[in-house]
């Protein structure tokens, strides 16, 4: 008898604990809060770029600073092919926030160039973070002494579908170079360019990342790699027909053996997301991002370089995200 009622005891209390954790619980497994019904973790991939770009480590940083800030969201950030793998993988539903500059961003909005047919109309800006040069590296004896003298050289544009692919397409022209008919195109990413001109397999490549980048870093100290500029009238021109270039000058020292100053062109780097993604969850985002900035100093030296002040300007007329923009609007920057 003593047992059966033990036994008796035990499947009470069983249904007991099942009888709490369903209360607990929606039917669709949410949790229950003070406040009613809450949402599973909201899950949010982040692709970044390259491993040997500046976003990378940026990205990894930003997310484990949300996961540590902001409740009830879960970032997963991952290396990508950059801006516009990014702004597809969006687009196709597969990835929820990233970073791409204005120019390629732009033309997803606005369906031009590479989105041709494909324009992405739900594209928003969460943050404009930094200036992006673009930074063409050329092996020292190849020879190259403008970027004019690429014409018929072993040039790595950038991977497919990369930001520097990209921006290789439109400044290449501009120096009566087909492209890419009259390069010998290496379509491959950073780390892949890096080897290839350590091994003399390539003359030069273009990369694009906020300074200083790990790429060029490794380029002008261990394979001979020198900066090039990109000469005034030819800045002139893409800045009158690209609205989103800005100049900018690499200050001498920025890396190893670079004794002079090299003017070139830059695109603001930003912090996008879908539009789907819901306003509180992209307004507590940006509130950690910029409230705990000082913390992801430390990820990258890029990082000094940002000013709230500047979240909001210079961004091609691209929408920002509505949830961005309260927050701009709480902390007055935005009216």
């Known amino acids: 008898m003593v047992k ?18 369903a209360s607990a619980c929606g039917s669709d497994g949410t949790e229950e809060t003070e406040g009613g019904k809450s949402s599973k973790p909201v899950q949010l991939n982040f692709p970044t770029a390259s491993t040997t770009g500046t976003i990378y480590p940026l990205g990894a940083a930003m997310a484990n600073l949300w996961g540590k800030e902001v409740q009830g969201v879960r970032v997963n950030a991952q290396a990508s092919n950059g801006g516009v793998d990014n702004l597809n993988l969006m687009k196709n539903g597969e990835a929820h926030i990233s970073f791409a500059t204005t120019g390629i961003i732009w033309e997803a909005y606005n369906g031009e160039r590479s989105f041709k047919d494909r324009q992405y109309k739900d594209v928003r800006i969460v943050a404009g973070l930094y200036y992006n040069p673009n930074q063409f590296v050329v092996r020292k004896d190849a020879g190259i002494k403008s970027i004019s003298d690429l014409k018929g050289k072993r040039f790595a544009p950038g991977a497919v579908g990369s930001t520097p692919e990209v921006e290789s397409s439109i400044i290449l022209p501009e120096y009566g170079i087909g492209y890419p008919d009259d390069i010998k195109e290496n379509f491959v990413g950073f780390t892949e360019a890096i080897d290839l001109m350590r091994n003399k397999q390539i003359d030069g490549a273009l990369i694009q990342a906020g300074l200083p980048t790990a790429a060029v870093t490794e380029m002008t100290s261990t394979a001979d790699g020198v900066l090039i500029g990109i000469e005034p009238e030819v800045r002139k021109s893409l800045m009158e027909t690209y609205p ?28 996008m997301a879908d539009a789907s993604v819901d306003d509180d969850t992209i307004y507590e985002l940006t509130k950690a991002f910029w409230e705990n900035i000082d913390s992801l100093k430390s990820a990258h030296a890029i990082v000094n370089q940002m000013n709230i002040d500047e979240a909001v300007t210079e961004l091609a007329d691209i929408p920002i995200h509505s949830g961005a923009e309260r927050y701009y609007k709480e902390i007055g920057i935005l009216k």
């Open 244 to 271: 989103w270039y800005s100049e900018v000058t690499i200050p001498s020292g920025t890396y190893e053996n670079q004794k002079e100053d090299i003017d070139t062109l830059a695109i603001k780097m930003v912090l």
């Open 4 to 21: 059966n009622s033990w036994k008796k005891i035990m499947l009470i209390g069983v249904l007991a604990m099942i009888t709490i954790l």
